[in-house]
């Protein structure tokens, strides 16, 4: 079992997956990003996938948004105003991944904790509107390591 590792999703829509699924051409456990459904999926055969049924979250006019890791909540964000992420209840050495995607008509900022304990690549990064953001966090000991893709449209 492979740990400490990160996992890249690729972005599809619904129908591109599936048309690569008729073609046997995709890897068996490659995640992907199905952007139109909102939901995460992951090739179960080089001919077949399975969408994940996640929870998915809105929220709108916070500064900060917490994400509770212990019940899993939260996968699937969608935000409409600049927002700063927090953690609760975080297990050590499991990876928490979050897609957030911005549904505002206009340019948002996601923010990820600056602490002396906080770990970053960046701290934040700006999304256009429909534009998503993978947003990741490691706890090693009292240390947490975050880090944000680069937008996808």
Request: include cysteine; hydrophobic fraction near 45%.
């Amino acid at each position: 079992m492979a740990r400490l590792q990160i996992i890249r999703f690729l972005q599809t829509t619904l129908a591109n997956l599936e048309t690569q699924a008729a073609a046997n051409n995709l890897k068996v456990g490659e995640p992907y990003l199905v952007t139109d459904l909102g939901r995460l999926a992951y090739a179960t055969e080089i001919n077949a996938f399975e969408l994940v049924g996640i929870e998915n979250g809105t929220v709108s006019g916070l500064t900060s948004l917490t994400i509770d890791c212990a019940n899993n909540t939260h996968f699937m964000i969608s935000i409409s105003a600049n927002e700063t992420f927090s953690l609760s209840n975080v297990e050590e050495g499991i990876e928490k991944v979050f897609f957030v995607k911005n549904t505002s008509a206009g340019s948002i900022i996601v923010t990820v904790p600056n602490t002396a304990f906080d770990i970053k690549t960046y701290i934040s990064r700006t999304l256009l509107p429909n534009f998503y953001v993978e947003v990741s966090v490691i706890k090693i000991g009292t240390l947490y390591f975050w880090q944000l893709s680069e937008p996808m449209g």
